[in-house]
């Protein structure tokens, strides 16, 4: 499967390399924009490479910006597309909660219990302890721009926000 995506994303690149190469636009730098933007969504849906949502950012704003339309809606279209970026970083699965307990608080949970895992320097030696904790509450919201998860483990709750694909910690 991941060579059949390979292929598509070589074929789209292929493709817009020479739609691109082939016309003479106005400006230059505006088929640059618009060649980065295809070949970056191609890359984030056909290989799933979610850190191409940035390029795809930057070239939209710069395409906005670029335009001959009047400043106000210049300001509104670069709004919307921050807001559409914003929206796409946004978890949609518990999933990703989880994730963000595994990289922040060393937590790996499974249904009804986690395991807190820490590493101990003693002198040179290096172990590893875990501790078991029951989980008493697992919640996840998503919602329409931000997502927010929350964990009861036996005597410590564990709350985040996410804006934009970001979690920020809350108490």
């Not at 059949?4 to 003479?24: D, E, P, S």
């Not at 329409?144 to 985040?160: C, N, S, T």
């Not at 694909?165 to 108490?171: L, Q, T, V």
Request: aromatic fraction near 12%; proline fraction near 2%.
């Amino acid at each position: 499967m991941l060579l059949i995506k390979g292929l598509l994303f070589c074929a789209v690149f292929i493709a817009a390399l020479f739609i691109f190469k082939g016309k003479q636009p106005v400006g230059q730098l505006q088929c640059y924009i618009a060649f980065c933007l295809i070949v970056s969504l191609a890359a984030i849906i056909l290989l799933d490479m979610d850190q191409a949502a940035w390029i795809v950012l930057v070239c939209a704003i710069a395409l906005i910006l670029e335009g001959d339309t009047p400043t106000k809606k210049k300001a509104s279209y670069t709004a919307v597309a921050i807001l559409v970026f914003a929206m796409y970083g946004v978890p949609t699965s518990e999933q990703e909660f989880e994730a963000y307990l595994e990289k922040e608080h060393r937590l790996y949970c499974t249904g009804a219990e986690c395991v807190k895992v820490e590493k101990v320097r003693e002198g040179e030696k290096l172990r590893v302890e875990a501790e078991r904790k029951i989980v008493s509450d697992f919640v996840f919201h998503s919602y329409f721009i931000f997502a927010e998860g929350e964990v009861h483990l036996d005597k410590q709750k564990i709350r985040a926000v996410n804006i934009a694909g970001f979690w920020i910690p809350s108490r």
